[in-house]
């Protein structure tokens, strides 16, 4: 009987052992919907949970240092800390004034000097590494897993450069590609992808992305072994950089180091985030902005969004003038006249203003008279921004933010970035402390994603990695189907911030009629998508990328462009699956503007306003595809009625949409 006692003992005390060193934790979202369990065992990780169905299974997480010290292996917690939070944050410059910030979180501190933030949302679930030590260290690769229940299907962009020997050189790409979608098990092995993807769990979309990306290489996953996970991987550390690349005005890293970042002292790491719901969840999502850092700029009085007359995608092409057209003083003065007289806020100076290939930013085109130009828009009410290609920018940054904004530029579009290791994010970051210091703005082009620097300096307007409207210049539709792409960006890219994606084309054309024209452009589709790309995208420096004299022509689509905001006071996802259609609502002050696409499928829509609170009898301006709009993507309705319901019917020819302006409403009143 002794012999019995001992042994149960003995059983009760290792289990509790086995309870205290191998702890498991439970987060919810304020309602429930969202949860998630974290076990601090042999290996720190987490599995999700959407109303009670698992989404994403045990998922391992861990930082190894240089020194071989592994953040996430044996986890001995020292405390464990629970908050709930429900606030209201101000978000200007973005789809809403004011966004709620509601979520459970636990943080658990590490012996160490380490510890893991965990944040239930009901739209989703993130983490983040943090650290106190306060010296100088190396992280030599993070593990960052996500392990699926079952073999779902993704929708990845896949890096389109480097080699599929070489996983090396796919760290330098433009952030640009088409989705592929297909099965976990069957994605390329030998392929990065770049966030945002997803991954559809039978009905319950899972979008991965990250935010706060500050000082720290970007995360791609890829798939190596055929099972249901994928797998992080982050671009080494460069310690050796050349310029090269287009028009050798690019930094082409020669040289890495065997670690992917260095770290100088206590700091948080990026957010990972899940988005987690249905596509209308996932595409009205804010996560990347909430979890962001808040703005560093005190006073923004000063950043002014706005639309922009972008004079490279028409290759500078303007008719009925009595000058030769192109990069001159001449042709930005017609430019400038446009903008002015339709209310458009900025004229872009593309790529050569600067001599050369624009290598050296204080050598200006003899063509150009810069000060004059400047002058002009001052006198029209138009600012002016540069295009600078990065490896200037980065070479004279502060001398060239503080001659240009002396003169009177208004801020600056940095291209031909291709990069999102530690040293490129530091940049951006860098890029624009010094920008706001000298009230510029600027536009992110031929970058990575936002990932949160845009409520952190929000004088960064907008930032590419978007597959933009700027391929069809020269891609078959075979190659580049950008219709379908259309309907896939709200519920992907977007999610991680504005996007420089150039709507506008004013030369429209049904799939069967496209050409790739690179100095005469146009694009796949109708006028009507066109327009409505204008509220399904949010750009809060936003292109008009067609010829004034091509806009002139269409007085009638170019007034309703110049009246579409660019920040807005409310969004509303009203109705979409993606890679099908979209309808998307967006409020400033009193006024709603709702656009909707579809892909090549033609269908037909009722879609319910009731969530606009409209007053019945409100008037409403709307385009709609034209009755031969399948035949030629010109063809365009424009009426002006009344809403006489809370419903909207209207049909989508293929690769078609609508546009709609509904005036004076009171968005706080009772109907």
């Known amino acids: 009987m002794r012999t019995i006692k001992f042994y149960a003992f003995a059983l009760l005390l290792l289990s509790s052992f086995n309870s205290i060193s191998a702890k498991e934790y439970r987060l919810q979202s304020p309602s429930g919907k969202i949860a998630a369990n974290i076990d601090c065992g042999d290996n720190l990780s987490f599995s999700v949970c959407c109303n009670g169905k698992e989404v994403l299974a045990k998922s391992p997480v861990s930082m190894t240092l240089s020194d071989g010290t592994v953040w996430g292996e044996k986890a001995k917690t ?28 636990l943080t658990l501190r590490m012996k160490g000097g380490w510890s893991v933030e965990f944040r239930a949302y009901d739209d989703g679930f993130a983490y983040r590494f943090a650290s106190t030590l306060d010296k100088p260290y190396e992280i030599a690769t ?68 990250e935010t706060d990306l500050n000082d720290y290489p970007g995360l791609y996953l890829y798939n190596p072994d055929g099972t249901n996970s994928l797998k992080g991987k982050h671009a080494p550390y460069p310690t050796k950089i050349v310029d090269g690349g287009y028009n050798n005005i690019e930094g082409v890293v020669t040289e890495t180091a065997d670690y992917i970042a260095r770290v100088d002292g206590p700091r948080t790491f990026p957010w990972r985030i899940l988005v987690i719901g249905d596509d209308k969840v996932v595409a009205s999502s804010n996560l990347s902005y909430l979890l962001a850092e808040p703005s560093r700029i005190a006073d923004t009085s000063w950043i002014k969004p706005g639309k922009v007359a972008w004079d490279w995608w028409n290759s500078w092409n303007i008719t009925g003038v ?36 624009g290598e050296n930013l204080f050598i200006l085109n003899p063509e150009i008279d810069l000060q004059e130009i400047i002058a002009y828009a001052g006198r029209k009410n138009v600012g002016i921004i540069l295009w600078a290609g990065y490896r200037a920018f980065e070479r004279d940054l502060e001398k060239v933010c503080k001659h240009y904004s002396e003169l009177g530029v208004k801020g600056f579009k940095v291209d031909f ?35 949160g620097i845009n409520r952190t300096w929000p004088n960064v307007l907008n930032v590419e990695g978007v597959n933009g409207l700027e391929n069809v210049k020269w891609t078959e539709i075979g190659d580049f189907d950008i219709i379908q792409y259309d309907t896939m960006l709200p519920f992907l890219r977007q999610l ?108 037909d829509l009722t879609i319910d306003l009731s969530p606009l609170n409209l007053k019945e009898g409100t008037e409403m301006t709307i385009f709609t595809d034209g009755a031969n709009a399948h035949r030629n993507g010109n063809d365009y309705r424009s009426q002006t009625t009344t809403v006489a319901s809370d419903s909207l019917h209207v049909h989508l020819a293929p690769g078609g949409g609508f546009a709609a302006h509904i005036c004076g409403t009171d968005p706080t009143s009772d109907k």
């Open 496 to 603: 991680a911030g504005p996007m420089d994606y150039t709507q506008g084309a004013m030369v429209n054309a049904a799939r069967h009629n496209f050409r790739p024209i690179h100095s005469q452009p146009m694009a796949p589709g109708t006028r009507a998508h066109q327009l409505a790309l204008y509220m399904i995208l949010f750009s809060p420096l936003n292109m008009l990328c067609d010829s004034p004299s091509n806009y002139r022509r269409e007085q009638e689509c170019t007034d309703f462009i110049a009246s579409v905001p660019t920040v807005w006071d409310e969004t509303k996802v009203l109705d979409g699956k993606m890679g099908e259609y979209i309808v998307t609502a967006r409020r400033k002050g009193n006024d709603w503007f709702i656009g909707g696409i579809t892909n090549w499928t033609p269908r």
């Open 417 to 451: 970035e291709d990069r999102d290791d530690q040293l490129m994010t530091a940049f951006n970051y860098r890029a624009a402390e010094v920008a706001a210091r000298y009230h510029l703005v600027l536009d992110l082009h031929g970058s990575y994603k936002p990932a």
């Open 78 to 105: 020292t405390k464990a800390v629970r908050k709930s939070n429900k606030s209201i944050i101000e978000s200007p410059f973005s789809p809403s004034a004011t966004m709620p910030d509601v979520y459970n979180s």
């Open 322 to 357: 009595d000058f030769e057209a192109g990069i001159n003083t001449p042709t930005y003065k017609h430019y400038i006249d446009f903008a002015s007289e339709n209310g458009i806020e900025y004229v872009i100076l593309d790529d050569g203003w600067a001599a050369g290939k």
């Open 142 to 209: 993070e593990q960052t897993d996500f392990n699926f229940p079952a073999d779902y299907t993704a929708s990845v962009p896949y890096v389109r450069t480097g080699s599929d020997d070489n996983m090396q050189s796919q760290f330098f790409n433009s952030f640009e590609n088409l989705y592929t979608v297909e099965r976990l098990s069957a994605l390329n092995p030998r392929r990065l992808a770049f966030l945002p993807l997803s991954v559809d769990t039978d009905g319950v979309t899972v979008a991965i992305t």
